[in-house]
């Protein structure tokens, strides 16, 4: 079975931080309750302007929570535009980068930044 999100209902435009803000109970309330083998059916019919940090606060961040393959089987985009579709993959790919990171060099990364806020 799939549970289809309407995100038009919630949002304009997956643009800012408020608007995944908005989204983000939805998506996790929706996930609670899937059943397995069930999935979540994001419609972004009539919702305009994406950037790649709209995704990344919304659903680039489950992918630190379950796998990639979970992932794929628990949420589809349908209705996206061209440009949320760019936008999407951009975001999707970056999570997937992440990931492949090993542990010593996200620590590296973490120092580096944590030594540039402080100078």
């Known amino acids: ?3 289809t999100i309407m995100v038009s209902e ?3 435009s997956g643009f800012s931080p408020e608007d995944a803000n908005k989204m983000v109970p939805i998506i996790d309330n929706a996930l609670k309750e899937l059943a397995d083998g069930e999935m979540i059916m994001l ?6 302007f994406f950037t790649t940090l709209f995704f990344n606060l919304t659903l680039g961040r ?3 929570q379950m796998s990639i ?3 794929d089987k628990k949420i589809k985009l349908i209705n996206l535009s061209d440009v949320g579709n760019v936008a999407y993959q951009h975001s999707l790919d970056n ?3 992440k990931i492949a ?3 010593e060099e996200k620590d590296a ?3 580096i930044l944590e030594e540039l806020m402080q100078e």
Request: proline share 0%.
């Open 69 to 71: 393959d979970e992932y």
């Open 62 to 64: 489950l992918l630190n």
């Open 95 to 97: 999570a997937k980068r």
């Open 1 to 3: 079975m799939t549970s």
């Open 10 to 12: 919630y949002i304009k």
């Open 109 to 111: 990364r973490t120092r």
């Open 101 to 103: 990171i090993g542990s």
């Open 43 to 48: 419609d972004f019919t009539d919702v305009k």
